[in-house]
């Protein structure tokens, strides 16, 4: 007992310790280079309820009593490593500037040059554990999808189901996948029916950046945002109308054709990009020799218009179609639990066609001199799948000769809301204080149908529209002192016409040591998940009972640690202890011994999620740069066993060679995983 705490507890809290020191080692051992070769730095996003201001001045205004307006970043050619680590903000939203070198960004694939993008606010301003991942640097490893980008970042579990281009999840310190909320040019693609997103549907084309924001996130974003939010952002080009065309081909019979085109000025900006992808794939069953394809399409428009030099207004647009073959799995309902303690894939003849389209309206404007920026948002997100199952010998829905079954559903979510965020500087105090608000209306659907044939009798699924609506209000407060520390505090109430109302609240801090290059940082948080549709009114209401009982799903989770610089800002290390209680946890198939039904039901006790993060950059040269990350995630159950597919030990390497003066580049990376807990193979 004594070693198996040991190797599973102790263990990797000294590896992540081995692993800071080691670097710590390295970078002081390194040669000196010139100083104008640092890391740059980095902003995010999604990080915070503050809104963007519309006007952005290139020259940062000196602080007066009047409420400060947050400067736009310097264009790439003014910038200057003298402008990046010590430089002081002029207000809360202050960008961090970026360096002329080659970027290296948090925690990011090859780098990162996130910086890059104006507004949002520094990470050093942040006490959340946030990792940033640039578009450029994913262009020049060639990553195509952003599962394959998010692969072995810190935090981050990828999950593939099937063959490749199969379904595929992405969960965030041990939590399921359905606990990420998942965001695309501010419109939310997370599905109604379960909270969850196929992750194989997202390509990198036209990504700007990808931000990772990881704890409870649910007092900015609501429910689902228990293990952390994706932000994901395409890119809003400036200068004259350029586009590309990409062909690929490749192993398991894959054909990719993808595209971008875009421009834009003063006046407003344009890109759309798209994408077909087609892979034969493979066999995963034991037994029989179909190969598992998908087929997928996409398309994305992005574009924006400057209606005054204080307002402007932005649009976004995603469809996306796919078509995926996919085995059967767990058919032997003979033989007892016992003497088969795995399942594994049965070769079937089952198809699955997705549909996705993503939408969303901002206009915004500022008022007062930049002081205050306010703005109103419409989204919505439409998910249909059609199910097409060829049933298996052996299994309860297998009646010959109806041995092909067919099942749909239709989810929506309508958002609309307003929200605005005011700065006040405080010279007197060297102070800034950022206060944002936000409410927000949403509505949604789901509608399933099914022509089940089972046990029970033939039945067709009623179609009928399933509706809830939701209210909520949030408000957040932002400090930064004296240019070294930052809090912030939010809380966020949700009024549910199905389920009880919920309160959520998030705070944070982080402290910036300039004189030792040291910035402790910590958060604390609340989340909540409502039911999804599926777990509240069933898709097969024969064999599916829907539970009008159900309660949301809730968590408490902290965060804390240390980011330390070396060599004047060439290199950093980041170590992040996190931890995380889950209550009220949904498992989809409860038992109702009154009516033979299946149904989701509420588990007791408390689910446990602990770990620690370790990421680290390094800048060896205005050529060469250096990234490593590591995770050690312990995920149990209430009864204390570990969850199924948490890998406890993940991390990756990644190397970067510019050479040609930037023209070309040499990218090497390495994702690790140690053994991952399962009992279905499929």
């Not at 399921?176 to 084309?205: C, M, N, P, Q, W």
């Not at 549709?533 to 949301?552: D, S, T, V």
């Not at 770990?611 to 590591?630: H, M």
Request: with cysteine; hydrophobic share 35%.
């Amino acid at each position: 007992m004594t070693a198996s705490v040991f190797d599973y507890r102790v263990t990797p809290y000294l590896a992540a310790f081995a692993s800071a020191c080691a670097l710590s080692a390295l970078v002081v051992s390194a040669p000196q280079v010139s100083a104008q070769t640092v890391l740059p730095g980095i902003v995010v996003e999604g990080a915070t309820l503050e809104k963007a201001p519309v006007t952005r001045p290139r020259v940062a205004p000196q602080v007066v009593e009047a409420p400060a307006i947050a400067p736009k970043a310097l264009p790439k050619a003014a910038q200057t490593s003298s402008s990046v680590p010590q430089q002081k903000a002029a207000s809360v939203a202050t960008p961090t500037q970026v360096a002329t070198q080659p970027s290296v960004g948090s925690n990011s694939v090859i780098g990162g040059s996130a910086g890059d993008v104006a507004g949002g606010v520094p990470t050093r301003q942040l006490g959340s554990a946030v990792t940033v991942i640039a578009g450029k640097d994913l262009e020049q490893q060639q990553v195509r999808t952003v599962a394959e980008a998010l692969r072995g970042q810190p935090g981050v579990t990828i999950n593939t189901y099937g063959s490749v281009g199969s379904v595929t999840s992405v969960s965030l310190r041990g939590e399921k996948s359905k606990y990420t909320r998942v965001i695309i040019d501010g419109v939310d693609a997370s599905t109604t029916k379960d909270g969850d997103l196929d992750f194989s549907t997202l390509s990198t084309e036209s990504i700007e950046r990808i931000e990772v924001i990881r704890g409870p996130m649910s007092a900015l974003y609501g429910s689902g945002a228990m293990g952390g939010v994706i932000n994901i952002i395409t890119k809003a080009p400036k200068g004259p109308l350029s586009g590309s065309v990409r062909v690929e081909g490749g192993s398991f019979g894959t054909k990719d054709l993808a595209g971008t085109i875009g421009g834009g000025g003063d006046n407003g900006y344009l890109s759309v990009s798209g994408q077909l992808r087609d892979i034969k794939g493979f066999n995963i069953s034991p037994s029989g020799f179909e190969s598992d394809g998908t087929r997928l399409g996409t398309v994305n428009v992005r574009a924006g218009v400057t209606l005054a030099p204080t307002a402007k207004l932005d649009f976004t647009l995603r469809h996306t179609e796919k078509k995926a073959a996919y085995d059967a799995f767990g058919a032997d309902f003979v033989t007892p639990a016992s003497q088969r303690p795995y399942q594994t894939a049965d070769d079937a003849d089952n198809v699955l066609r997705q549909k996705q389209s993503l939408a969303g309206v901002r206009l915004s404007w500022d008022s007062f001199g930049g002081a205050l920026t306010q703005e109103l948002k419409s989204t919505y997100n439409r998910d249909v799948s059609v199910n097409r199952e060829t049933g298996l010998p052996g299994t309860p829905w297998y009646f010959a000769p109806a041995t092909v079954v067919n099942s749909s559903d239709k989810s929506t979510r309508l958002n609309y809301g307003y929200g605005l965020t005011y700065r006040v500087a405080q010279p007197s105090a060297d102070a800034k204080h950022t206060f944002s608000g936000l409410i927000e209306r949403e509505t949604e659907t789901f509608t399933p149908f099914s022509d089940y044939d089972t046990f029970f009798g033939d039945y067709n699924g009623d179609g009928i529209e399933r509706r809830r609506n939701r209210l909520a209000f949030a408000g957040e407060w932002r400090g930064v002192f004296g240019d070294r520390l930052a809090l912030s505090a939010g809380v966020r109430r949700d009024n549910n016409d199905s389920f009880q109302d919920f309160t959520t609240w998030r705070t944070s801090a982080s402290y910036d040591l300039k004189e030792t290059g040291t910035r402790p940082h910590a958060s604390m948080g609340t989340g909540v998940k409502i039911p999804g549709m599926y777990e509240q009114f069933g898709a097969n209401q024969i064999n599916y009972e829907n539970n009008p009982n159900l309660r949301p799903e809730t968590s408490r989770g902290f965060d804390v640690g240390v980011e330390q610089r070396f060599l004047g800002g060439r290199a950093t290390v980041d170590v992040t202890y996190f931890s995380n209680r889950l209550q009220d946890a949904i498992t989809a198939f409860g038992f109702n011994p009154v009516t033979f039904r299946t149904r989701a039901e509420n588990l007791d006790g408390t689910s446990r999620r602990q770990g620690v993060e370790v990421a680290t950059r390094y800048l060896v040269s205005r050529a060469l740069s250096l990234g490593l990350s590591y995770t050690y995630t312990d995920a149990r159950q209430s009864d204390g066993t570990r969850e199924f597919r948490r890998t406890p030990h993940s991390g990756r390497a990644d190397v970067r060679y510019l050479f040609n003066e930037g023209k070309g580049t040499v990218s090497l990376g390495v994702v690790a995983n140690g053994r991952t807990p399962d009992v279905v193979f499929a």
